[in-house]
């Protein structure tokens, strides 16, 4: 092994190894999905270029550069090689289980080099809002049909309503009684005129009569 390709080898011993210290942490929910670029060294462009997920026993492939209908995430994860040293992976529809260690690993002629490195956390999936509005309207109708239901028997008057029939029947009664007093005392009055007209001539012609002296007699024996 010649003094420059073990340069080489070493250099990329120590890029992998700073990669693995300092993993670049991503967080999406479940259901969301992530786009992760990697950058590579321009002598492997040609080289095949594989996404990992890094388990105890070792690197798992999961998709790569070269079709491969057999990779586990082939439904879920995209590997496109952009050129000019640039890699992009895409992985969609992530469940609770996709939750761990990836990786960008390039089989260059030095031997397999890990490029860059992410730790992925897919978080619990969010209330939907949907699901929130369901639930408001669920709620609205059980309060509206609650109502309904107490509402089916007619509605009983409220005691404003049931005093004004009252009032009216005070009102009607007091003017009747008053019509009545008032035609009472016009009727008294009239018959008290009547009465006194009436009476007036034989006073005054009992005024107007003259009776004769009684002259005592006396009678002498």
């Avoid at 105890?56 to 439904?75: F, I, K, Y």
């Avoid at 050129?83 to 031997?111: H, K, N, P, R, S």
Wanted: glycine letters at 12%; charged letters at 20%.
């Amino acid at each position: 092994m010649g003094p420059n390709l073990l340069l080489l080898l070493l250099l990329g011993l120590a890029g992998q190894g700073s990669m693995v210290t300092l993993p670049e942490v991503l967080q999406a929910p479940v259901g969301g999905s992530i786009l992760v670029q990697c950058h590579y060294r321009l002598q492997d462009i040609k080289a095949r270029k594989v996404w990992c997920r890094f388990l105890p026993e070792g690197c798992q492939p999961l998709v790569s550069s070269t079709v491969d209908r057999r990779a586990p995430g082939g439904g879920r994860m995209f590997l496109t090689d952009l050129g000019g040293g640039l890699l992009q992976v895409e992985m969609i529809t992530l469940q609770e289980e996709d939750a761990g260690e990836y990786g960008c690993v390039v089989e260059g002629a030095t031997g397999p080099q890990t490029v860059h490195r992410v730790a992925l956390d897919v978080l619990p999936p969010a209330p939907r809002l949907k699901e929130k509005e369901t639930y408001k309207a669920g709620t609205l109708a059980g309060g509206s049909s609650s109502d309904t239901v107490g509402s089916a028997s007619p509605a009983e008057p409220t005691p404003d309503v049931k005093s004004i029939p009252l009032i009216w029947g005070a009102v009607v009664l007091l003017s009747l009684l008053v019509a009545a007093v008032v035609l009472f005392a016009v009727m008294a009055k009239r018959k008290g005129n009547r009465l006194g007209v009436r009476g007036q001539p034989q006073s005054s012609g009992v005024r107007g009569m003259v009776f004769p002296k009684k002259h005592n007699r006396q009678i002498q024996f």
